[in-house]
């Protein structure tokens, strides 16, 4: 009969010490390959070691070498034609509005996912009198068999070594970022655009080279400029200008241009600018009295399709009895329906508010229903 089993003692075993180590000959394949999650340490800079540098800006402040910017607005007002108006300066060496010096002539890679290089970009850029041997369209990655698949925002190393290689370029221009986005990135989702974008904003700073991203803006209602821009928040969080196009308030015969997004620079002045009759565009005066709110209001189109559609809405989501005023207005947020617009409409169709119950709950009912 055999005695008691010996006491496990718990303290942890040391690992065994390999014989590269100076120690008895232990089997090498057993030591891990990687560090371990408690060897993982932090990578620190003393500030007094970090040279300073100062920020360099371009158009007035309005983008900024080495970051990234956007260029959002509504449909119909050149956004396309404004960028390519920066990238023909850019490419002439002519100071933009807002710098007293251009630094020279400098190149510009473009990106474009919605206009043809031959039928429209060249055109465009050449009535815009850009030098066109300073002006290169990305036309996608060509990986080690020849074969060209399109430029995403997988494409970071490929963008910097380009850089690298041309050595003179000053400007980049993506338009539209959604289009460059690489398949499987949702830009509604904040986690991803970060992360698409962290290669572009590392590629900005390596090389000091200005970034424009060209953005559509959504028709929901919004009067904040930057509430307007499509896709997830992080587009606006992460860059550091924000330009916004829109029609002139005052005079719809003009565009204009506003910066709502000014993180490291003071807020430019609105710009007035024009797109003339054969491609020819033009700065006009600054308007200091327009800003991207007054810009970014809703124009009549868009107000009209925007009441007629929550008015849709509400009447059909009525039409089967009362429902709760809050179920409502919940339903309609995920139509895309501002609460103001629905409520809006509410009063257009004169739909009647009931409170029902101790506990004050709100219903909706049209006039001819029982509430």
């Not at 620190?44 to 007035?60: C, K, M, N, S, Y």
């Not at 989702?189 to 590392?202: C, D, I, M, N």
């Not at 807020?267 to 007035?272: D, K, M, R, V």
Request: charged share 25%; with cysteine.
């Amino acid at each position: 009969m055999s005695g008691p089993a010996e006491p496990t003692d718990p303290r942890p075993t040391a690992a065994p010490t390999s014989a590269s180590d100076g120690g008895p000959g232990a089997d090498t394949a057993s030591s891990p390959a990687t560090p371990s999650d408690d060897q993982r340490r932090l990578v620190t800079r003393r500030l007094a070691d970090v040279p300073r540098e100062e920020i360099q800006p371009l158009f007035g402040g309005r983008l900024l070498l080495g970051k990234l910017s956007a260029l959002a607005g509504i449909g119909g007002v050149g956004k396309s034609y404004l960028s390519a108006a920066l990238a023909a300066s850019v490419s002439r060496g002519d100071p933009l509005p807002g710098d007293e010096h251009s630094g020279g002539p400098a190149g510009v890679l473009l990106a474009s996912f919605e206009d043809e290089a031959a039928d429209t970009l060249r055109p465009r850029l050449e009535d815009l009198g850009a030098d066109l041997t300073r002006v290169s369209v990305i036309d996608g990655i060509c990986d080690q068999r020849g074969k060209v698949a399109p430029f995403t925002s997988a494409d970071a190393a490929a963008l910097s070594a380009e850089i690298q290689a041309r050595g003179d370029v000053r400007l980049v221009i993506v338009d539209p970022v959604g289009g460059w986005l690489a398949p499987g990135v949702d830009e509604y989702r904040g986690s991803e655009v970060r992360s698409a974008l962290e290669g572009l904003r590392q590629v900005a700073a390596e090389h000091q080279v200005a970034v424009l991203l060209v953005m559509h803006v959504r028709k929901a209602e919004a009067d904040v400029a930057l509430h307007r821009i499509t896709g997830s928040a992080a587009f606006g969080q992460l860059v550091r200008s924000v330009l916004f196009a829109g029609t002139d308030p005052d005079d719809n015969q003009l565009a204009a241009v506003a910066h709502v997004k000014a993180n490291l620079t003071g807020t430019a002045p609105t710009l007035n600018y024009q797109i003339e009759e054969h491609g020819q565009f033009a700065w006009l005066h600054e308007r200091p009295d327009l800003d991207g709110e007054r810009l970014a209001g809703r124009t009549p189109d868009e107000e009209h399709g925007a009441r007629g559609e929550a008015e849709t809405f509400l009447a059909a989501t009525l039409e089967p009895g009362p429902r709760p005023a809050r179920e409502i207005i919940a339903e309609a947020s995920t139509a895309g329906i501002a609460e103001r617009t629905l409520k809006r409409a509410k009063k257009r169709l004169d739909v009647r508010s009931n409170k029902h119950g101790p506990d004050g709950t709100w219903s909706w009912s049209l006039p001819h229903q029982q509430p």
